[in-house]
């Protein structure tokens, strides 16, 4: 392990799903991990002190207390506070310190990141996480991008992340992600409406016999259920994500018509989870389907009812 890294101090701001993975996989191979979390204090700070008490995170009070004790920041929140998680830690971050943008934020989001921590004296570094972090956990891909992204490759690969250089320009590694997410939550949105909407007319055998026809490499029974699942899960964090992918499109000169429309489909099926239409969070029945049937007819008997 590099020497320099196993003495940082890390600070995960969001403990989320992405924080709680990053930090059970830094400890031991830094010298402490802090976190902050908005909904400290809430009613999810129970099982977040828990989380924390069982793995030996400490938990700060503030952006500002966890930024000024860190040598490296990791912002792993919702795309859209991203801007203000680089503008509430730039408050306090110690000169020489590293913030690693890890959020889905669109190119102009990340440049007015950059400025804000750059302003502070503080070394921001783009991060475009390429693909869904569970399976994969710290040694997700992950592309670096700005000035300083090649002075932090090497100490995050000592941390065991498996970071890879696109550029020293702010913006090109989230430009990359962006792209790709129109494809691929857009395609979760797709099969969902296809799929769901099919089910109402009864035609769904048809339709995924002639997906697969169509597409023979993909199990669209296997696909279509996890696509259920991812959504149902983290919609509100995917529907974010897809309202920068909106204004990445923007930024091209197109209408973002379809990214926008991915950003409500998925804002739509969040709204529903939230409201209990797929089971309540936590229980063993929630989003955990094998057979996509079993959400889409949650979803039809909600629309039935409305």
């Not at 000592?158 to 696109?166: D, E, R, T, Y």
């Amino acid at each position: 392990m590099n020497d320099v890294a196993s003495n940082w101090r890390i600070g995960l701001v969001g403990y989320g799903e992405v924080g709680r993975i990053l930090a059970e996989d830094l400890r031991g191979r830094c010298a402490g991990v802090a976190a902050y979390d908005i909904k400290l204090g809430t009613a999810a700070d129970a099982s977040l002190r828990a989380h924390a008490a069982e793995h030996g995170v400490t938990l700060a009070d503030s952006h500002t207390a966890l930024a000024a004790g860190c040598d490296l920041i990791v912002s792993a929140v919702t795309a859209s506070q991203a801007v203000p998680v680089a503008r509430a830690c730039a408050a306090a971050i110690r000169g020489d310190a590293f913030f690693l943008d890890f959020n889905s934020a669109s190119p102009g989001a990340k440049s007015e990141a950059a400025r804000l921590v750059g302003d502070a004296g503080g070394r921001y570094v783009e991060g475009a996480v390429m693909t869904s972090v569970p399976p994969h956990r710290i040694r997700v891909p992950l592309l670096l991008g700005g000035p300083h992204a090649t002075a932090l490759e090497p100490w995050l690969v000592g941390l065991g992340f498996a970071p890879k250089v696109a550029s020293d320009r702010i913006g090109v590694a989230s430009a990359t992600k962006m792209c790709r997410s129109v494809m691929i939550k857009g395609l979760e949105a797709m099969v969902i409406e296809s799929l769901t909407t099919a089910r109402h007319h009864g035609v769904e055998d048809a339709v995924i016999a002639s997906l697969v026809e169509t597409f023979p490499g993909i199990d669209w029974e296997k696909q279509a259920a996890y696509f259920f699942q991812r959504v149902i899960e983290h919609g509100r964090r995917r529907s974010e994500e897809m309202f920068e992918v909106a204004k990445t499109v923007a930024e091209a000169g197109l209408g973002p018509h379809s990214a926008e429309g991915t950003a409500h489909r998925q804002a739509f099926v969040a709204d529903l989870a939230d409201a209990g239409v797929f089971g309540r969070r936590g229980t063993p029945g929630f989003a955990r389907s094998n057979d996509w049937r079993t959400e889409a007819d949650r979803l039809l008997r909600h629309l039935d009812k409305s």
